[in-house]
């Protein structure tokens, strides 16, 4: 628009500075018409007598005739200036033929003067019907330029109404502007606070997720540490068993060995009981054979008795002889027996050797094993039980850590819900009452009201979370603890 008015301003003064350049280029022809008219005047003081008339020659148009009609465009559209000048022509031209009338009257005829009146007349009309195109051409751009002045005109009218309107809008929109802009101040402390809680959730999304994995890997641990446990106790059962049948074969053995013993003592017993017989088998044989020695010596010194003294040691040399006999085979079978049995107790002997070496060889390998052994296993037995002892006190501890915070997590979350709610639904009936007010233009009061109050509530929502110590804390504490005492107990796991 104002480009327009500049454009405008612009046109008006150029129509300014060409108002004088026609009024100058209209003198001359005024100038002309005056020496027309003094050359007139002078024609008629020298006519020598008005009764005189001279015909008029008509080898030339009438110029007269022609510059007294009007031209054939309308007079409406022509200007008032130029409309005035043909008038001022005719009366120039008619004082000009009153002249000649006079001139001719008189009786005074100048053909050279009037060949060049007629020249310069021509030159004349020409010139006007020039300035007279020229004046057209001005009239038609002169109502272009009226038209488009009314036309600029229309629209700096329209747009002084859309001016006002806009002004009047600009007061309206200045009236809101100042509660609008301290809403969106408080809407930008808003998104700042949700900017703030949004990573602060976020955090503790991840800290939730690590806290997961970590509880998983530490279930995982614990899976793990129970096969391991329930494998050492299967080895320990196993080893139970294998060592309840190593003490049934050392009880088996040790009754053997005591069977031993008394097959010893038995075949020690008999062998002095053998001994003890021989001594007195031998005692009887000398006291026998001493006892036949006499009985034959006194025999010999009988034999020369009578004779039926001689038939009865005869008899009871046969008898005598008999009982010899049958004692000698006695005594063989009984030495036979007697060697046997030396021989059945050697190899007994040497049998039970054999044994009882072999049997105490065996029986202290395995004393020696079940006692390292068993020496082991009391130790793995302890080492497992600190183990069990302390991952419980772990257990309880993580299983009190795990329930404070997810005791605190969903008081947290609850709350922190609850505001949340209480939030949207604050904003939603502040739009409800924006929109009501943008429909009857009512106060922004409660809207400060309950922005300040959601401004409020979204600090006391991220209060919790900024304060509160963090969770993972204490489980990096207690897992560097249980890597130390990992690193203390490496032989158990390595049993």
Not at 463 to 472: F, I, K, L
């Amino acid at each position: 628009m104002q480009m327009m008015l500049e454009k405008y301003q612009s046109q008006v003064k150029l129509q300014q500075q060409r108002a004088p350049a026609s009024s100058q280029t209209k003198t001359p022809s005024r100038n002309n018409i005056n020496k027309i008219e003094n050359h007139g005047v002078a024609s008629v003081s020298i006519a020598p007598s008005p009764g005189r008339s001279h015909p008029m020659s008509h080898s030339q148009p009438c110029l007269i005739a022609i510059s007294d009609k009007p031209p054939d465009y309308s007079a409406s559209h022509v200007h008032p200036s130029v409309s005035q000048f043909p008038n001022r022509v005719a009366s120039g031209f008619g004082s000009c033929e009153q002249h000649e009338g006079q001139s001719n009257g008189n009786g005074i005829q100048r053909v050279p003067n009037n060949q060049k009146l007629i020249q310069s007349l021509r030159e004349e009309n020409l010139h006007l019907k020039r300035e007279i195109e020229a004046n057209k051409k001005k009239l038609v751009k002169l109502q272009q330029m009226e038209a488009a002045y009314e036309r600029i005109e229309k629209e700096y009218e329209n747009l002084l109404r859309e001016k006002e309107r806009q002004e009047g809008v600009e007061k309206s929109a200045l009236q809101f502007s100042l509660p609008n802009a301290q809403a969106m101040e408080k809407v930008n402390q808003l998104n700042m606070l949700l900017a703030e809680i949004i990573p602060q959730n976020k955090e503790l999304v991840t800290v939730k997720e690590r806290q997961r994995l970590e509880l998983e890997a530490q279930n995982a641990t614990l899976e793990e540490q129970r096969t391991h446990i329930s494998m050492l106790e299967k080895a320990l059962s196993n080893a139970q068993e294998r060592l309840a049948k190593r003490e049934k074969v050392c009880d088996e053995l040790t009754v053997a060995a005591e069977r031993a013993n008394h097959l010893q003592r038995l075949l020690h017993e008999t062998l002095l009981d053998k001994q003890a017989r021989d001594e007195t088998h031998a005692q009887e044989r000398t006291q026998w054979e001493m006892d036949m020695t006499q009985l034959k010596m006194q025999l010999n010194k009988d034999f020369s008795q009578n004779g039926s003294l001689k038939r009865m040691t005869r008899l009871g040399g046969e008898s005598n002889d008999e009982t010899i006999n049958r004692l000698k085979k006695s005594m063989y079978a009984k030495d036979e027996r007697i060697t046997q049995l030396e021989r059945t107790v050697v190899e007994l002997q040497r049998r039970l050797q054999e044994e009882s070496d072999r049997k105490k060889s065996a029986l202290g390998s395995l004393n020696e094993n079940l006692e390292t052994k068993i020496k082991q296993f009391e130790e793995d037995q302890a080492a497992k039980d600190r183990r069990i002892a302390l991952l419980n006190e772990q257990k309880v501890k993580i299983g009190e850590i795990l329930d404070g915070g997810a005791k605190d997590r969903d008081d947290d979350s609850s709350l922190g819900m609850h505001k949340m709610e209480e939030i949207r639904q604050k904003i939603q009936e502040r739009k409800r009452k924006g929109r009501m007010c943008a429909a009857g233009g009512t106060s922004s009061g409660p809207y400060e009201q309950t922005i300040l109050d959601s401004a409020a509530l979204l600090s006391e929502i991220s209060s919790p979370y900024g304060n509160r110590p963090s969770v993972s804390t204490g489980y990096h504490n207690l897992f560097n603890g249980e890597k130390r005492e990992n690193a203390d107990g490496d032989n158990v796991w390595n049993v």
